[in-house]
């Protein structure tokens, strides 16, 4: 609303929003024109006058106070003394002045359901109907008054217990909302780190390996290492390139890639490498796909720096399991058993990655080596058990 209406359980913040709520507020006092009509042609004394302007004017200002600043946290017991306040008033007022100040009373019932929380305000209303009722038949003529008010009291009061209800349902959702903001920021960073973990990485090992080879390239072979170093700015170039898709959130690695990668990594290495062919990704969706290139590209990068493995195959494989059927990569290696004992957080990060596209990962030592295996689920079960 540009700054001017107030929502449901929002607080006004300026001046404007403040009258808004102050007009919404006061609309509903039209109906204290019988005691107005009252005080400007009841006939009574001016000093009568006077006092009853008087009080009129404290009632309607405690009354607005304490609606007006309702669901600001006062304590219970003050909002029952600021109700009894005005039951005291309101009785006083018709019991001096008249019949036509039976109405306070239903703004004492509205202020009780508006202020207390219903296991209060249903005591409250009800108790100030039987104050009405029972101020009504001690003033001449209240009685004919009674059932015209009674029942606004009661509903009025009820009804405003239910908007108070609303008013807090709307503050939960307004700070579950919130909530939910802050999760979602706290997920992408996150993602964020992980993705830069298996990016720069992978792309960093395969740099400080090449960076090696040239060195020891040189001066005997410059041509050689000039390759090597043509390789090394390329794959600098990549991993910039990467690491501002990453950030951007617009990156979704391919398998396919990824095993190309992987070769020309594991190559570099000295590493023997037994890798599938293009793989055939029927049935599986994007999630699984870039779930599974991260692992490969995890696996691979760990093999390369830690393991000091000779050989490394890498299987791709269609499984039945008691999930379904599952499309499997397995990466093992002969090296001193992975990055150490318990999970990295490169693990870790695969795991959920995993863990949210529907599959599982396993990873541990596998004699003088380690292994890895991740599964994403299949749509269909034709081929399985054949190579993917």
Known sequence: MNGVGVGIGQRPVNRRQRAVKSLWTGIWLIYLSAPVTDLLHG???????????????????????????????????????????????????????????????????????????????????????????AVALAVPGGRAYLASLLIPALLGGFAMTGVRELVRTTIALREARATVAQLAANEERLRLARDLHDLLGHSLSL?????????????????????????????????????????????????????????????????????????????????????????LREAVTNVVRHSGARRCTVGLLRRQTLDGPMLELTVEDNGSGGPGVGHGNGLTGLGERLTKAGGTLEAGPLGPGFRLVARVPVAGTADVGSPA
């Not at 290492?225 to 390139?241: F, T």
């Open 207 to 295: 740099i400080t390996l090449k960076s090696e080879l040239a060195g020891r390239m040189l001066p005997g072979r410059p041509d050689e290492a000039a390759r090597q170093i043509a390789d090394i700015e390329q794959v600098s170039r990549q991993a910039l390139v990467d690491v501002r898709e990453a950030v951007t959130g617009y990156r979704r690695p391919r398998l396919s890639a990824e095993l190309a990668g992987a070769r020309v990594a594991l190559t570099t290495a000295g590493v023997l490498a037994e890798l599938p062919a293009e793989p055939d990704l029927t049935g599986v969706g994007e999630a699984g796909e870039t779930a599974l290139a991260w692992a």
């Open 43 to 133: 006939g009574h004394s001016t000093g009568v006058r006077v006092l009853g302007w008087l009080g009129l004017a404290a009632f309607v200002t405690w009354y607005m106070l304490l609606v007006f600043r309702t669901g600001r946290g006062e304590r219970n017991a003050l909002v029952l003394g600021s109700l009894g306040v005005l039951a005291a008033q309101s009785a006083l007022l018709a019991l001096t002045l008249g019949r036509e100040w039976l109405v306070l009373f239903v703004y004492v019932a509205i202020a009780s359901g508006a202020a207390l929380p219903l296991r209060l305000a249903r005591w409250t209303i009800p108790a100030a109907c039987a104050l009405l009722t």
